[in-house]
T-cell receptor
Framework: KQEVTQIPAALSVPEGENLVLNCSFT??????LQWFRQDPGKGLTSLLL?????REQTSGRLNASLDKSSGRSTLYIAASQPGDSATYLC?????????????FGTGTKLQVIP | EAQVTQNPRYLITVTGKKLTVTCSQN?????MSWYRQDPGLGLRQIYY???????DKGDVPEGYKVSRKEKRNFPLILESPSPNQTSLYFC???????????FGEGSRLTVL
């Protein structure tokens, strides 16, 4: 059974700092991996989607990488801003059988201090 | 505007009183699913649907029912709610496995 871990559970950084969020998964046979942000009391907003054949995806100040062989993905946030404060979740879609059985990590709660 | 709409957003009910949480998407997506989010446990999948009339269990289906009679709608039914179903519920849709998921705003349910 796929297990997805996000460490640390919480992170506090000063504004302007570059930071890396981690997502580890136990079964490397994945279809894709998606990063989300969740604001308090809100739904999940998609940030980046990486297919299993890709190594990285970029959107603005965000860059997500994928290393299937080691079971890791990282989300890099450049020049962090207070508006980046949120919980960041990764979700792994399996590559064989049951494409819909997505597994989520428990998230990293990020606070960017002005 | 492309969106996934859930109702109600907030609900307090009592044990045993049947309730339905509706989910509707306007993007003509094939795939829809329901999740519950609990502190320390993250999001866990309850049920998913790959198309009209095709549904299957996720990781935590006990106590829930779903139906997919129309492509756009995927209601979650709690026939006899219990306090352990107090949670934040999310509906999601996606056009295909290779494409990303879109989430609703969530429905916070409290069962007394």
């Amino acid at each position: 059974k796929q297990e997805v871990t996000q460490i640390p559970a919480a992170l506090s950084v000063p504004e302007g700092e570059n930071l890396v969020l981690n997502c580890s998964f136990t079964d490397s046979a994945i279809y894709n991996l998606q990063w989300f942000r969740q604001d308090p009391g809100k739904g999940l907003t998609s940030l980046l989607l990486i297919q299993s054949s890709q190594r990285e995806q970029t959107s603005g100040r965000l860059n997500a990488s994928l290393d299937k062989s080691s079971g890791r993905s990282t989300l890099y946030i450049a020049a962090s801003q207070p508006g980046d404060s949120a919980t960041y979740l990764c979700a792994v879609r399996p590559g064989s059988g049951g494409y819909q059985k997505v597994t989520f990590g428990t998230g990293t709660k990020l606070q960017v201090i002005p | 505007e492309a969106q996934v709409t859930q109702n109600p957003r907030y609900l307090i009910t009592v044990t045993g009183k049947k309730l339905t949480v509706t989910c509707s998407q306007n993007m003509n997506h094939e795939y829809m699913s329901w999740y519950r989010q609990d502190p320390g446990l993250g999001l866990r999948q309850i049920y998913y649907s790959m198309n009209v009339e095709v549904t299957d269990k996720g990781d935590v289906p006990e106590g829930y029912k779903v139906s997919r009679k129309e492509k756009r709608n995927f209601p979650l039914i709690l026939e006899s709610p219990s306090p352990n179903q107090t949670s934040l519920y999310f509906c999601a849709s996606s056009p295909a496995p290779g494409q990303g998921m879109f989430f609703g705003e969530g429905s916070r349910l409290t069962v007394l």
